[in-house]
């Protein structure tokens, strides 16, 4: 039997990369599990077929604040329940600081902050005690070693002062809301042999990039038993970078 018989997780932008490790492992671990994608309809597919009949998967873009709530309600619809929100869904703009537009600041967060805060919002009325609120942030909200990145390292430091406040929030409840920072991963945004790998290796304290799996083994461990006393607080998935 896994730790997480019998709950259920809803995993934003969970086709793929992080999203897909964390909704494997989530299901692995006994949960039912509900992911969103925006346009890889192929691979949600996919994963949620080689999950055997424990995932649904269900399309809503991270700006669609109205498929967001849809799908909080599919995923209690399909299982009778929400115990589990991991909202992890994100994009990686890229640029100098002088060519970022107004319409650039509104996508990004509109994706990683306003997103996060219409999913726990939508969803709380559906977690009860030991219910679990997980975003995924960046490393680059605790460090940014180089330029281009502004942008970016904003809206992930927003997430730090949301979960620190729904931490408050919901904590009466028995809810634990935490935030997972993951460092330079081995994903399709991020190859470990892409151009710049080498010189993301070099900032890490382990010469090493993380791995999918290694961020959704601290995700199921928040959500699991083993987080039950941990609400508001950012754990570091990354080699050291920020060490």
């Known amino acids: 039997m896994g730790q997480l018989d019998g709950r ?10 992080i ?7 989530l299901a692995h671990e006994g949960a039912n599990v509900v992911i969103t994608y925006a346009r890889a309809a192929d691979r949600a597919r996919a994963l949620v077929d080689g999950l055997a009949g424990k995932a649904l998967a269900v399309r809503a873009e991270a700006t669609d604040t109205a498929r967001l709530r849809q799908a909080v309600t599919r995923a209690v619809d399909a299982f009778g329940g929400l115990d589990i929100l991991v909202n992890n869904a994100g994009i990686a703009p890229y640029g100098p600081f002088e060519d970022v537009t107004e319409a650039d600041i509104d996508r990004i967060l509109a994706v990683h902050v306003r997103a996060a805060f219409v999913l726990a919002q939508a969803a709380s009325p559906h977690l009860g005690e030991g219910g679990r609120i997980i975003t995924i942030g960046s ?3 605790e460090r ?3 330029p281009g990145w502004a942008l970016y390292a904003m ?13 408050r929030d919901l904590g009466p409840r028995g809810i634990t809301v935490n935030l997972v920072h993951p460092g330079s991963t081995d994903t399709e945004m991020n190859p470990a042999d892409g151009p710049d790998a080498d010189e993301e290796r070099r900032y890490t304290a382990l010469n090493r990039y993380c ?7 601290t995700v199921a461990h928040l959500a699991g038993e083993g987080g039950r006393n ?8 990354d080699a050291g970078a920020v060490a």
């Not at 999203?19 to 492992?25: E, L």
């Not at 941990?230 to 998935?237: D, E, H, K, P, R």
């Open 144 to 146: 940014v070693p180089y």
């Open 155 to 167: 809206s992930k430091s927003a997430l730090v002062g949301l979960t620190k406040g729904l931490a």
């Open 8 to 17: 259920t997780a809803l995993v934003t932008g969970g086709s793929r990369g």
């Open 211 to 217: 791995s999918p799996e290694d961020v959704a083994a």
């Open 230 to 237: 941990i609400t508001g607080a950012s754990f570091l998935v």
């Open 19 to 25: 999203g897909a490790a964390i909704a494997t492992r």
């Open 139 to 141: 490393s680059l909200a």
